[in-house]
């Protein structure tokens, strides 16, 4: 139990990615998953959306599939439980699960992907079947790793940095620890991205610099970015 493993620490705790009632929480929101839903239904006019994520339980996976679901509505569509794909994990090792799922659904005209690991995965076997990414189907993930720009086709996927999760907690955190959850807003701009460089290293840098300079000689942080949220 996460709770319980968190309780035996005396200092402050943020969490990230982590949805909970007992400690202070940073997370994405998943209004870009809404975004990307909405896009393939008016701009694409897809009607036949699969929803591939890792386990129902987890707080990525519940949240996005919610949002997923009122872009639904919005446009008078019914979800249908057959187009969701639930993984074990949110890893692009998930090819036994993806697999027979696509083989069975050769009508579906757009995925949704909880991850960019997910849609990596996606790519694979959509690839082994012939199937062209872009033309034949269409493709949008969460995450906006680096690697997401580099692939055949780039992937359109929802940014959202992991260091700039982390510099915002430290930000907003200050000095303030009450058990709330916050979420940060995201959005999903569908482009065709010819180059683009990460950042990530660099925040990292300004996070624990900032960590230093406004709290380090007064508590310690915890942060537990919980990478299979």
Do not use: W
């Not at 997923?68 to 890893?91: M, Q, R, V, W």
């Not at 086709?153 to 959850?181: G, I, Q, W």
């Amino acid at each position: 139990n996460m709770n319980k493993y968190l309780g035996h620490f005396k200092t402050p705790i943020i969490t990230l990615n982590y949805d909970n009632d007992n400690y202070y929480s940073f997370s994405y929101a998943s209004d870009g998953i809404k975004d990307i839903a909405k896009y393939l239904i008016a701009q694409k006019k897809c009607k036949k959306i699969a929803f591939i994520g890792g386990p129902i339980n987890k707080h990525s996976t519940y949240t996005r599939l919610h949002s997923f679901k009122e872009a639904l509505k919005e446009y008078n569509l019914e979800y249908d439980e057959e187009y969701t794909c639930h993984c074990s994990n949110y890893t692009s090792d998930n090819h036994n699960s993806i697999r027979p799922f696509l083989i069975s659904h050769p009508e579906i005209e757009g995925i949704i992907c909880v991850t960019d690991n997910l849609a990596y995965c996606c790519y694979d076997i959509l690839n082994e079947m012939n199937v062209q990414i872009g033309k034949d189907i269409l493709i949008a993930s969460f995450d906006d790793e680096v690697t997401s720009a580099y692939q055949t086709p780039p992937l359109a996927s929802v940014h959202a940095d992991s260091a700039y999760l982390a510099f915002t907690a430290v930000y907003r955190s200050n000095n303030h620890y009450e058990k709330v959850n916050e979420f940060i807003s995201t959005k999903f701009t569908y482009i065709i991205r010819i180059f683009k460089t990460s950042v990530s290293s660099l925040l990292n840098l300004v996070v624990m610099f900032i960590a230093y300079i406004l709290n380090m000689n007064f508590f310690t942080f915890i942060f537990l970015a919980i990478q299979n949220g």
